[in-house]
Nanobody, 121 residues
Framework: QVHLVESGGGLVQPGGSLRLSCAAS????????MGWYRQAPGKKRELVAR??????????YYLDSVKGRFTISRDNAENTVDLQLNNLKPEDTAVYYC????????????WGQGTQVTVSS
């Protein structure tokens, strides 16, 4: 079982930026699709971004509300998946999680603890 550790969250003002990182305890080089999800209080967990293909060029998907603001990347050698968050909005406040993905949205591994992102002035 691969364990996931997310980091990089924090409190940021609207318009600010954060870079989230996810470290996997095992290799992700054979995992076609990795992604980031988020869960806001009282809401269901939703897929924010995914990155597919084990080699470049990678194919990416973004939730409409984050397109142009978030960028997902992966480093198969380091077994990490990052999410750059720019121009943050209060509605981006949530706990962010990463995972391997089966199909389009189904998480494959046990969830990590996540990292809290709070956008507030």
């Amino acid at each position: 079982q691969v364990h996931l550790v997310e980091s990089g969250g924090g409190l940021v003002q609207p318009g600010g930026s954060l870079r989230l990182s996810c470290a996997a305890s095992g290799s992700i080089s054979s995992i076609n699709t990795m992604g980031w999800y988020r869960q806001a209080p009282g809401k269901k967990r939703e897929l924010v971004a995914r990155i597919s293909s084990v080699v470049s060029p990678y194919y990416t998907y973004y939730l409409d509300s984050v397109k142009g603001r978030f960028t997902i990347s992966r480093d198969n050698a380091e077994n990490t998946v990052d999410l750059q968050l720019n121009n943050l909005k209060p509605e981006d406040t949530a706990v962010y999680y990463c995972n391997a993905i089966r199909g389009l949205t189904t998480a494959l591994w046990q969830w990590g603890q996540g990292t809290q992102v709070t956008v507030s002035s």
